[in-house]
């Protein structure tokens, strides 16, 4: 308990609360330095041998600053390689990311037609930040391949995003080779790399969602009692206040899963960890909505950061797997049970 | 009975009680089991061993607790005299007098929304003994005998066809000072104390229960052959998940509680999470149910999680209404954890 206030603790410093959007390179540096990347990775491969769960308390506070530098697909990816034990390649790749070359994971569903002649069609998408890759991971049809992006038939095409704070591209494949070469995982493997990682993923988006929402509603706050119209700041309006109560409740709550949830990760389903994220992510959506509409005409500028938070927000609902998709499976599972 | 022989009855009092002590883990499953067997829920002892268990313990004399305690193991019921009719959220406004003579205090007044008065051996009384100075200064807590000379009670039939609630009339009802809990005219901070375990103590028990009994609505959905369409599925996905996390910071506030870390208005989000976990839970019933639960006969005695849907629609009002009101915990948390300024007091019509 005491690593995680620590954790939480460093991260403030390092990414100060009134620093929104650090130039993304930068950041990318300091998390490398800090050694977050491989946080998770046991110290018998060079790792610091933390939870899970210290890598999502790094996420919340990163989400809070609206962090530009992609840590999340890196440690899936991360998790993804070392995980993966018949793969020649491993050590020599876990010390190169360990040393602060990125390699992404996709953060969405690629479709990928493999060919009688080996050679792949297709797209990738939601490879973040691919621009300051030299590889990336591709997790698609039950396999993990390390794709160069030199390799031939292979092309990053960037995605203009709303979200400001991140960048996003599609791997373009065509005729390219997804092989004995570039593989990484597959089969009985694979199949389990795929739930360790989602279990990650999930929850790291929303440790990301909920660290932006207590952000953005700490800041909404921070504004109606700055705020004066009628001749008294506006968070005396019960109106206001009942708004933000419930948001906080929402918030709160949302938390309170998430750290429940992340303890001992390996023993809550895949289901459960998304449709947590689902909620984080949602809570996140309302809060960011609440945001401008309690901002008013100010909230709707471009300068003001009020958008930032809505953007992300937006976002991050729609990685590994939306709203829909995660209801209906938590329901389908308590259904059987 | 037998849950107290069994040491299931109490698992939030304290190791030296019987089936006291219990780890919150160990809380949990008790629960979540108790809802899932179907066990009703001891709704008579509610008042006994929550709200007067914890007013007791960390309000009460010695001898005040080695006297009551006890008989509540061994199934004396209390109720809650608080509100009146004109002292609901404002609690403070009570206007029920007591008047010191002699050894004991002389009681009258009414009381109203007092649930299971009608079966209660003893009562958590809030009454007046000054009028001086602001409102809380004047209220000292008592602990009364209902079968005392001047209590009178009256059921009131209630919306989902049972009376739970009732009026309480006193008319110069003698309570001895010896069942005074803490000090006269510091009634409002003892008051504090119950509504507090009302509003978070509680609530780890509902919260598991609450759980436990989602096993119901996936029987609705089989019954009535919906397993298979989506726009259910999502709802009842999305129900789950919020029950998860009302369950989640129940446990994460006894947890702050037990580590003496509580804050201002944790007890709040928790309520307030709690009874709209319970509101969309009965909402999704009713819907899912169709016309069937238009046809179904009221069910007495109430409890939160029946499968009555309608019933259980109903009942779930006591949670955004009772312990104060949902919008009583919105002012709580925005003014007193947000720290947004509160309104002007005074108010001229
Ligand atoms: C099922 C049930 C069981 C109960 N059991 C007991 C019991 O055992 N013992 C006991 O003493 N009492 C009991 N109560 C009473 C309960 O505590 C009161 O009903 C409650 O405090 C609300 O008071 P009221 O009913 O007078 O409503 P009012 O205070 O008149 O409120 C009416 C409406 O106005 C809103 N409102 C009031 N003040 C504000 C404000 N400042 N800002 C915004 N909105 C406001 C309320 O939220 C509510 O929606 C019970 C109530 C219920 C429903």
New binding site residues.
């Given amino acids: 308990m005491i690593e995680l206030a620590e954790l939480h603790d460093s991260a403030q410093k390092a990414f100060p609360a009134d620093k929104l959007m650090p130039e993304r390179d930068t950041s990318w540096a300091l998390a490398a330095e800090m050694g977050w990347l491989m946080i998770e990775l046991p110290e018998d491969q060079g790792g610091l041998g933390l939870t899970r769960q210290a890598a999502a308390a790094i996420h919340y506070e990163l989400g809070k600053v609206l962090s530009s530098a992609p840590l999340i697909p890196a440690m899936l990816a991360l998790r993804g390689i070392a995980g993966a034990a018949d793969f020649a390649a491993r050590d020599e790749w876990i010390e190169r990311i360990c040393c602060g070359e990125y390699v992404p994971l996709n953060m969405l569903p690629a479709r990928i037609e493999a060919g009688a002649d080996g050679k792949s069609n297709g797209t990738v998408p939601g490879l973040f930040d691919a621009d300051m890759a030299s590889h990336v991971l591709v997790g698609c049809g039950g396999a993990y391949h390390l794709v160069p992006l030199d390799a031939p038939g292979v092309r990053l095409v960037e995605r203009k995003l709303w979200d400001q704070s991140r960048r996003v591209f599609d791997l373009v494949l065509e005729e390219a080779r997804l092989d004995a070469n570039t593989l990484v995982a597959d089969g009985a493997l694979a199949a389990s790399l795929h739930d360790d990682i989602a279990r990650s993923a999930h929850l790291f988006l929303a440790a990301d969602s909920l660290g932006g929402a207590t952000a953005a509603l700490e800041m909404t706050i921070d504004f109606l009692k700055m705020r004066k119209q009628f001749d008294r700041p506006l968070a005396m309006f019960?109106a206001l206040k009942h708004r933000c109560a419930d948001l906080k409740t929402q918030v709160v709550a949302a938390e309170a899963l998430l750290w429940s949830r992340a303890t001992g990760a390996e023993q809550v389903s895949v289901t459960d960890l998304g449709a947590m994220k689902a909620l984080a992510t949602d809570v996140y959506r309302r809060v960011t909505e609440e945001m401008i509409q309690l901002h008013g005409g100010i909230g709707l500028t471009d300068e003001h950061p009020c958008h930032q938070f809505m953007k992300r927000a937006m976002l991050n609902l729609q990685l590994c797997g939306g709203l829909d998709h995660w209801r209906e499976a938590a329901g389908r599972a308590a259904l059987r049970q | 009975m037998k849950l107290v022989g069994a040491g299931y009855a109490v698992p939030h009092w304290p190791e030296q009680w019987p089936g006291g002590g219990r780890s919150l883990a160990e809380q949990k499953v008790i629960y979540e089991e108790l809802a899932r067997a179907d066990s009703p829920r001891l709704l008579l002892s509610f008042?006994s061993t929550y709200h007067a268990a914890s007013t007791l313990m960390e309000c009460g004399s010695d001898e005040q607790r080695a006297r009551y305690l006890p008989a509540i193991l061994r199934g004396e019921t209390w109720?809650?005299?608080?509100?009146e009719p004109g002292a609901?959220?404002?609690?403070a406004a009570i206007k029920t007098k007591a008047e010191l003579r002699g050894d004991h205090y002389v009681v009258s007044g009414q009381?109203v929304?007092?649930?299971m008065a009608q079966y209660a051996d003893k009562c958590l009384l809030l009454v007046r003994t000054s009028s001086d100075g602001p409102k809380q200064a004047g209220i000292t807590f008592l602990l009364m005998d209902m079968k005392a000379k001047g209590v009178s009670v009256r059921p009131i039939n209630q919306i989902q066809g049972d009376e739970?609630?009732c009026e309480i009339f006193l008319d110069d009802v003698e309570v001895p000072v010896s069942d005074r809990v803490g000090e006269e005219g510091k009634g409002w901070v003892v008051a504090q104390t119950t509504l507090s375990s009302e509003r978070g103590l509680t609530l780890m028990e509902l919260s598991y229960r609450m759980k436990g009994a989602l096993n119901r609505a996936a029987d609705l959905i089989r019954q009535n052959k919906r397993q298979d369409d989506v726009g259910v599925l999502r709802e009842f996905g999305k129900l789950v998940t919020q029950v998860d996390a009302a369950c989640a910071i129940a446990d994460k506030f006894l947890e702050n509680r037990i580590g003496g870390v509580e804050r201002i208005g944790d007890a709040s989000i928790v309520k307030n999470s709690y009874s709209s976990a319970l509101r969309a839970y009965a909402a999704f019933g009713v819907n899912v149910g169709g016309i069937e639960e238009q046809y179904r006969a009221p069910i007495t005695f109430g409890d939160l999680n029946t499968g009555n849907w309608m019933a259980d629609f109903m009942n779930s009002?006591?949670w955004t209404?009772?312990?104060?009101?949902?919008?009583?915990q919105r002012?709580i948390i925005a003014e007193r954890m947000l720290e947004m300024p509160r309104e002007p007091k005074s108010w001229v019509l």
């Fill in positions: 019960q | 008042v109720c809650q005299g608080f509100s609901g959220s404002d609690l009381k929304w007092s649930t739970e609630f009002y006591a209404i009772a312990g104060g009101s949902e919008e009583v002012n």
